[in-house]
């Protein structure tokens, strides 16, 4: 306790390995998915994945307009989106059938390596035990 008050620096280090270790471990529980999806608009695509439990996200989808050429080589496509979700990695399979079937294709996954969310509680718990916050 009394080094984490008084060394210069240390307090800072701890902060920081904490939010690696946290976000490290939350992230090994997920896979990055991003599927390609056609839609009216990118609400119409978030509409159809948020019915679906396993496609919701941590917070919800993020959509993105995909750029495509015509087939004779000149403007772009319009209604077809790129879909970014965490998907749990227990219901990963079951997600990438339920994208199949409202039309994902493409469907990308990637290892996960860090989810940064708001301070970690370990983080707030040792604040709390030291009598101080955030903004000390």
């Not at 306790?1 to 976000?23: A, M, N």
Request: net charge neutral; proline share 3%; aromatic share 8%.
């Amino acid at each position: 306790r009394k080094s984490l008050l008084e060394r210069e620096g240390l307090l800072q280090i701890v902060h920081e390995l904490i939010e690696r270790f946290d976000g490290h471990l939350k992230a090994e529980q997920y896979y990055s998915v991003i599927a390609n999806m056609r839609g009216d608009g990118p609400e119409a695509v978030a509409e159809k994945l948020l019915t679906c439990e396993a496609l919701k996200g941590l917070q919800g989808p993020t959509i993105s307009q995909v750029y495509t050429l015509n087939g004779n080589g000149s403007a772009a496509q319009r209604g077809f989106y790129a879909a970014s979700i965490c998907v749990s990695k227990k219901r990963l399979y079951a997600a990438v059938k339920e994208l199949q079937k409202l039309g994902g294709s493409g469907v990308l996954v990637q290892p996960m390596t860090y989810i940064f969310d708001e301070e970690p509680r370990r983080w707030t718990d040792l604040l709390s035990r030291l009598n101080m916050s955030h903004t000390d």
